[in-house]
C-alpha cells in the first residue's frame, strides 16, 4: 500500500491535515521532523545552530529509512523539496500531496520565532516561498488549493472527481473553515466533512460554532 506524502509551506497544515486524513484512512500517521528528532537524538534547532547542510543531509536519511515503510501517511518537513533525492524517494512508494496555502494566511497563523527558517520575521516566509514554489509543484503528484471562493473550490471538487462517499478536510482559519465547510454541505446535496481549525479564533468560532456561512457582497454570513 502506497505512502501519502504532505509537501508544503510551513504552516501549511501539513500536520494537521496528516492527523485527520490518518485517522479517517486509519492510517499510521508520522511527522517526519519530529521522527528525525527521535532517530538522530538530537532537536532540529541544533541541527540548524551547527549548519544547514547538518540538518538536511539527516533529513535525507530520515527520508530515505520513512520511503521504505507502506501504508503510512508522512508529514514533510517545509524543505524537503530542496533535495532532488528526498522527492525521488518519497514518490518511489508515495502519492505526494502539495498543500499550497496563501503565504498571507501563513504570515498571520504562524508564530515565526518557533521555526528555524523562519526566525528572521514574515518577510522570509514570502522569500521562502517564491524560491520554493516551483519545486514544490514539479514534485507534487496533486495539488490541494488552500484559497478560493465557493464556486472555485465546487469546480476543484468536480475535477478531482470526488463522489458522495469523499471526504472534504478543511485546514486553516475560520475563512477556509466556513468556505469549506459550506462546499461540503452544498455538494451533492452534502458530504462528509471535517474541520481542523488552526486559529483561536476559528476553534471558538468555526468549530464550535459549527456554522458554514460565507460573505455576500459587503454582508458577512448572509449565506
Do not use: H, W
Not at 8 to 27: C, D, I, V, W
Not at 84 to 98: C, F, H, K, S, Y
Not at 165 to 194: H, N, Q
Request: hydrophobic share 40%; aromatic share 6%; glycine share 10%.
Amino acid at each position: 500500500m502506497k505512502n501519502i506524502v504532505l509537501i508544503g509551506m510551513p504552516g501549511s497544515g501539513k500536520t494537521t491535515f496528516g492527523r485527520a486524513l490518518s485517522r479517517e484512512l486509519n492510517r499510521p500517521f508520522v511527522d517526519a521532523d519530529d521522527y528525525l528528532e527521535e532517530r538522530e537524538g538530537r532537536t532540529i534547532s541544533s541541527f540548524f545552530a551547527e549548519s544547514e547542510k547538518a540538518f538536511r543531509d539527516a533529513e535525507e536519511r530520515t527520508i530515505r529509512e520513512l520511503a521504505d515503510r507502506q501504508g503510512i501517511v508522512i508529514s514533510t518537513g517545509g524543505g524537503v523539496v530542496k533535495r532532488t533525492a528526498n522527492v525521488e524517494n518519497l514518490r518511489r512508494n508515495g502519492l505526494i500531496l502539495l498543500i499550497d496555502r496563501p503565504v498571507d494566511d501563513i504570515v498571520n497563523d504562524v508564530e515565526v520565532e518557533t521555526r528555524p527558517l523562519l526566525k528572521d520575521g514574515p518577510q522570509k516566509v514570502f522569500d521562502l516561498y517564491r524560491e520554493r514554489r516551483k519545486a514544490y509543484r514539479d514534485s507534487a503528484d496533486i495539488i490541494i488549493d488552500n484559497r478560493g471562493n465557493p464556486e472555485e473550490v465546487l469546480r476543484q471538487m468536480l475535477d478531482f472527481g470526488m463522489g458522495r462517499g469523499d471526504l472534504v478536510v478543511a485546514v486553516g482559519g475560520g475563512v477556509v473553515g466556513d468556505l469549506a465547510g459550506f462546499a461540503a454541505a452544498t455538494y451533492m446535496r452534502g458530504i462528509d466533512f471535517i474541520n481542523c481549525p488552526t486559529t483561536t479564533l476559528s476553534m471558538i468560532d468555526s468549530s464550535i460554532g459549527g456554522k458554514t456561512a460565507v460573505d455576500l457582497g459587503d454582508t458577512k454570513n448572509i449565506v
